[in-house]
Nanobody, 116 residues
Framework: QVQLVESGGGLVQAGGSLRLSCVAS????????MVWYRQPPGMQRELVAQ???????SYADSVKGRFAISRDNAKNTVYLQMNSLKPEDTAVYSC??????????WGRGTEVTVYE
């Protein structure tokens, strides 16, 4: 069993920044990719960003140029740097580990609220 724990969420004014962290209870090198999802209030969950074991990153169009995903394998941690935040970025952000295309493990999430 793998535990993922997110942190770093909070209340921020539009245009501000936050850095989210996701700490895993085992080495993240063993996973094909680490992925951040978000679920806005009353909406479906959507993929935000992912980073492969080789370091390749990809982003949802809505966050390209504003968010950056990174990883520290030594700390079993994945980060999501969020800049130029907008009210539409308000959501619960969760991380998950991609193992062969399956997302078996999920964190509980951290809440981000962006106000005007």
């Amino acid at each position: 069993q793998v535990q993922l724990v997110e942190s770093g969420g909070g209340l921020v004014q539009a245009g501000g920044s936050l850095r989210l962290s996701c700490v895993a209870s085992k080495s993240i090198i063993s996973f094909d990719a680490m992925v951040w999802y978000r679920q806005p209030p009353g909406m479906q969950r959507e993929l935000v960003a992912q980073i492969t074991s080789g370091g390749t990153t990809s982003y949802a169009d809505s966050v390209k140029g504003r968010f950056a995903i990174s990883r520290d394998n030594a700390k079993n941690t994945v980060y999501l740097q969020m800049n130029s935040l907008k009210p539409e970025d308000t959501a619960v952000y969760s991380c998950t580990a991609d193992q062969g295309g399956y997302y078996e493990y999920w964190g509980r999430g951290t809440e981000v609220t962006v106000y005007e």
